[in-house]
């Protein structure tokens, strides 16, 4: 498994949108936290995006996975970065293949 981290950018004019889709956002984060596809998310503090480290077999499956969030659905995020990511200390470090 790799881990990768995402960025999120969220569309500006979407705020609203954003807050009524976020309820079934963090239920589609907190259930691929309970599987172990999620390591850690939350979003940033200016509230302009945010950052999920994710353990997937590549990054088609990523891909896949990023698809269901029902804030690509709601069409709220205007840009994505995906990096492959080897944490190496701290709590993540287990994670890195």
């Given amino acids: 498994m790799t881990v990768f981290a ?10 609203e949108t954003r807050a009524a889709t976020r309820p079934a956002h963090r239920e589609w984060t907190a259930g691929l936290a309970q599987d172990g596809t999620l390591l850690a ?21 990523l891909n896949e996975v990023l698809r269901q969030d029902p804030f690509a659905a709601a069409g709220v995020i205007s840009g994505t970065r995906t990096t492959e990511w080897a944490p190496v200390t701290g709590l993540l470090a287990e994670h890195a293949a």
Avoid: Q
């Avoid at 995402?6 to 569309?11: A, L, Q």
């Fill in 6 to 15: 995402v960025e999120y950018v969220y569309d500006a004019e979407s705020s």
């Fill in 41 to 61: 998310s939350g979003p940033y503090g200016d509230g302009a995006g945010a950052l999920l480290i994710f353990k997937a077999a590549d990054e088609a499956a």
